[in-house]
């Protein structure tokens, strides 16, 4: 099979326009994130907590009293660092 030159006519050979520049549609005065309603952040203290108690009830080596006496103490921490300590506590169990 021979090789062939196949030319396309492309219509129209004018420049498109230029850009504007900046950014036109970021002018918006409603909600800038409508997939986040809440708006609010997450509590990091609460967070800390969570994730203590779940590295307790990962640990294979405490017995259910004992998960159930440190989350309390996780639950009773008011900082994320004293639930931050805790959870590393936890994993080196």
């Known amino acids: 099979i021979a090789p062939a030159v196949i030319a396309i006519s ?3 050979q004018t420049p498109a326009p230029e850009p ?3 950014n036109p549609n970021t002018d918006n005065p409603q909600n800038p994130n409508p997939g986040n309603p809440g708006g ?3 509590d990091p203290v609460e967070a800390a907590k969570t994730e203590a ?3 307790i009830d990962a640990s294979a080596e405490l017995s259910d009293s004992v998960k159930e006496a ?3 103490q996780v ?3 008011t900082t994320e660092a004293e ?3 805790l959870k590393t506590k936890a994993d080196a169990l």
């Open 10 to 12: 492309c219509g129209d």
């Open 20 to 22: 504007t520049p900046g």
């Open 40 to 42: 609010g952040t997450v």
């Open 53 to 55: 108690k779940t590295a």
């Open 70 to 72: 440190l989350k309390r």
């Open 75 to 77: 639950e009773a921490t």
């Open 83 to 85: 639930a931050r300590d």
